[in-house]
């Protein structure tokens, strides 16, 4: 059988792992099927430079990208509005990408999902003239992002956007929006706002519908009105719970709704994070763009699989289901 050609971007100084390591471990799961070319991605060629040349070449099947959030959104957004699949390494601290799509975070599963071939189309959005993957925020996220340092992520990984974030919420002040969307204008106060494609459930702040579908073809908008410290914890907590739980939030400071397209403008502005990444002020315009970037993922989604049994000592296990009979 001849093997599939895909292009690897490999991102050397993602996450605090050992990368020399990850990236022979890599080809040792993938390249009995895959034939790889390593592309590494540098302060100055990004995996969006990469992906987009791996696509002009015209001679890959997949194109692979290995690292953190950054890179991943980079090679998904060159790949969006195009069919080749991308295939997915998380290698960061975060690695939200492939929470929200319900790809596995260790390095063997991520190669084994690549491995078993299966691909779907996702959806994608437009936000202020560029693509997004994930999510945007206004308000509480966009100040978390920014002081979040890179040296506080090494330290601390995750802990750092909490830390943060615990701070910023000292600081909540509410702006007034006005959110338009196809059939509706709401105006409120807010102290933060989320519009969702896809969303992991660490990214609290989009959690106010009972799951994020990244696939239907619309956006979750999430609007938060806490206007106390104390209430800003409570619905981070309660957010945190149901967005686990897969339920829909109840509180009064919580709203969402669910639209193709939406247009939110502030008074004061406010900063905006587009998928971890300051990108200006208010006004924000999103528009869903239904399969817009195909992805290799698991067979059944991560959080499906509600059985393990591997590993137990003394395991026998006795297949019981009925035989069928020809008569
Ligand atoms: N060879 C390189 N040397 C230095 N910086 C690089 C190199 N390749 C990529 N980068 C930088 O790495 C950043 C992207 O990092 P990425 O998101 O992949 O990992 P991370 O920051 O460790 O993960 P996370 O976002 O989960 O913390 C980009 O800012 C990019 O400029």
């Not at 080749?84 to 390494?89: A, F, H, N, S, W």
């Not at 933060?192 to 799951?211: C, D, K, R, Y």
């Not at 106390?228 to 709203?255: E, F, M, N, P, V």
Request: glycine residues 8%; negative net charge.
């Amino acid at each position: 059988m001849s093997r599939r050609k895909a292009c690897l971007i490999f991102n050397p100084v993602a996450g605090n792992t050992d990368s020399e390591l990850e990236l022979a471990r890599i080809k040792e799961l993938l390249s009995s099927q895959i034939e790889l070319d390593i592309q590494f991605t540098t302060e100055e060629i990004g995996a969006d430079k990469l992906a987009q040349e791996a696509v002009k070449k015209d001679e890959f099947e997949i194109i692979i990208a290995a690292g953190g959030d950054g890179t991943l959104s980079e090679a998904a957004k060159a790949l969006g509005e195009t069919t080749t699949p991308l295939g997915v390494i998380p290698r960061g601290t975060a690695n939200a990408f492939a929470a929200a799509l319900g790809i596995p975070d260790t390095l063997d599963e991520a190669c084994e999902t690549i491995l078993s071939g299966k691909t779907r189309r996702i959806d994608i959005g437009r936000c202020n003239g560029r693509l997004m993957t994930l999510l945007a925020g206004i308000g509480f996220e966009a100040e978390t992002i920014e002081n979040a340092s890179r040296e506080a992520k090494q330290r601390w990984g995750a802990l750092a956007y909490l830390v943060s974030g615990i701070q910023q919420l000292r600081e909540l002040e509410l702006f007034e929006a006005e959110i338009e969307t196809d059939d509706k204008i709401i105006k409120v106060s807010a102290g933060a706002l989320t519009v969702a494609n896809a969303a992991p459930p660490t990214s609290i702040l989009a959690q106010g519908p009972a799951g994020i579908l990244y696939d239907d073809g619309l956006l979750d908008i999430t609007i938060i009105s806490s206007n106390t410290w104390a209430s800003a914890i409570a619905a981070s907590y309660h957010l945190l719970q149901t967005g686990l739980r897969g339920d829909a939030a109840k509180r009064d400071d919580i709203g969402y709704i669910r639209t193709k397209r939406v247009k939110i403008t502030t008074d004061p502005p406010q900063k905006i994070v587009l998928d971890g990444e300051m990108i200006g002020n208010t006004p924000l315009e999103v528009e869903c763009v239904p399969g817009g970037l195909t992805v290799m993922v698991p067979m059944l989604p991560a959080e499906k699989i509600s059985e393990k049994l591997e590993g137990l000592p003394n395991l026998e296990v006795e297949d019981k289901s009925p035989v069928v009979k020809n008569e």
